[in-house]
């Protein structure tokens, strides 16, 4: 099965010629017209069968793709009923041989050892033939003089009358319908790189246009106090946020598990936690804060999670898809192209990577006044996620 215009294959061509220092080009009907030549070489085997498809598809068996095809190809369908009026004839030009032979029989005596064993074989033919009356019988006679070809021809037309005859019987596939990001793909596919006008260097794009970036979505307070010194202790939105980032760190994790880190990553947190705290409020030292209360919280929301129902999973996985429609993909060009990340970096604790010194630090919230837009002068300019907020530029 091979696709008239395989844009896989092309880039194959296009690869191995700049691997060997020569300028490859191929052109979709150069392409179509070098896959025919491959073909006609393997269309001369009786067991060889080739299937050409309109597109650009590269691979065919592992998609649930259904294809329906005449089963005897384009060779002439009653090539076994020829077959079977030629050994008709056959048969009568036998009968003449026999009358001819009777005549020498009668008029040569020197042969008449040799005659008796004509007339006797020959009988004995025009007696199997008397028998075979039943039609299923003359084609199974036949069959054995048909070449390989023709016996696997009348083999696949016997199949298809009796697959007709249990058509009732047989389930029709369900057709496959193709997704938003299916159809994006095979969109983004149709662009021919190879083919298409050098830019400039120093110069990517002539035109870009984008939905620009998604922020991560506001805090919502679950209202859960720290203890310090055993007594609870409300804190603000900002201040409840950054507790909730410490408590999700786990103790025997990389940070808190090991004891070099540990102690630096504590401090580097409450350096930060009491920026939010202001200079009169009542938590003043780290060795007094408990965040017990707050990690039960984290543990009965991943619970939650996990236990969730298929309708509930399938509810979040629309939401991240359809935010992916909206934000995943540019136009450059006049063509799709797939977006690398499109998500801000949300706030929490730096953990960073073996005894980083600044381990433990806040990353705060980023907003878009803090973005600078990349686009096209006379692009449309993305919408702000955020409420209230603008781009910085």
């Known amino acids: 099965i091979q696709s008239k215009l395989d844009a896989t294959q092309q880039s194959f061509y296009v690869a191995v010629g700049y691997s060997m220092n020569a300028s490859a080009v191929i052109t979709p009907t150069q392409f179509y017209k070098e896959v025919n030549e491959i073909f006609a070489d393997y269309n001369q085997y009786p067991n060889f069968v080739s299937y050409l498809v309109d597109g650009t598809q590269h691979c065919f068996i592992d998609k649930s793709y ?72 003359k084609n199974k006679s036949k069959s054995k003089k048909i070449p390989n070809k023709s016996a696997d021809k009348a083999k696949s037309k016997s199949k298809v009358s009796s697959s007709n005859n249990s058509s009732s019987d047989v389930k029709t596939p369900k057709v496959k319908t193709m997704s938003k990001f299916e159809r994006l793909e095979e969109a983004r596919k149709a662009y021919k790189w190879w083919t298409a006008p ?29 203890l310090y010194e055993n007594k609870e202790v409300i804190l603000t939105d900002e201040q409840e946020e950054i507790a909730t980032f410490y408590a999700a760190i786990p103790d025997d994790g990389p940070q808190l598990g090991n004891a070099k880190t540990r102690k630096v990553f504590q401090n580097n947190f409450f350096d930060d936690f009491k920026k939010s705290l202001g200079n009169n409020h009542v938590i003043k030292s780290f060795d007094k804060l408990d965040f017990s209360r707050i990690k039960e919280h984290l543990d009965i929301q991943k619970s939650l999670k996990k236990a969730a129902t298929e309708e509930e999973k399938q509810l979040r996985k629309l939401d991240k898809e359809l935010i992916q429609l909206k934000y995943g993909y540019a136009l450059i060009d006049g063509r799709m192209e797939k977006m690398g990340n499109y998500n801000m970096e949300p706030p929490g604790l730096f953990r ?20 600078s837009i990349n686009i096209s002068s006379d692009a449309c300019v993305p919408k702000v996620s955020l409420p209230g907020h603008a781009w910085n530029s």
Request: charged share 40%.
């Open 198 to 226: 050098k830019l400039p260097d120093g110069i990517n794009w002539n035109y870009l246009e984008h939905a620009g970036i998604v922020f991560a979505p506001p805090y919502k307070r679950h209202d859960i106090p720290v």
């Open 66 to 137: 259904y294809f329906t095809a005449d089963g005897l190809g384009p060779s002439d369908n009653n090539s076994v009923d020829n077959d079977d009026e030629n050994d008709d004839e056959d048969g009568e030009g036998d009968d003449n041989e026999d009358e001819e032979d009777d005549d020498d029989e009668d008029g040569d005596d020197e042969d008449d050892i040799k005659s008796k064993k004509k007339s006797k074989s020959k009988s004995n033919v025009k007696s199997n033939k008397k028998l075979k009356t039943n039609k299923s019988t």
């Open 352 to 371: 960073g990577r073996g005894e980083h010194p600044r381990t433990g630090s806040l990353k705060s919230r980023c907003l878009s006044e803090s973005v």
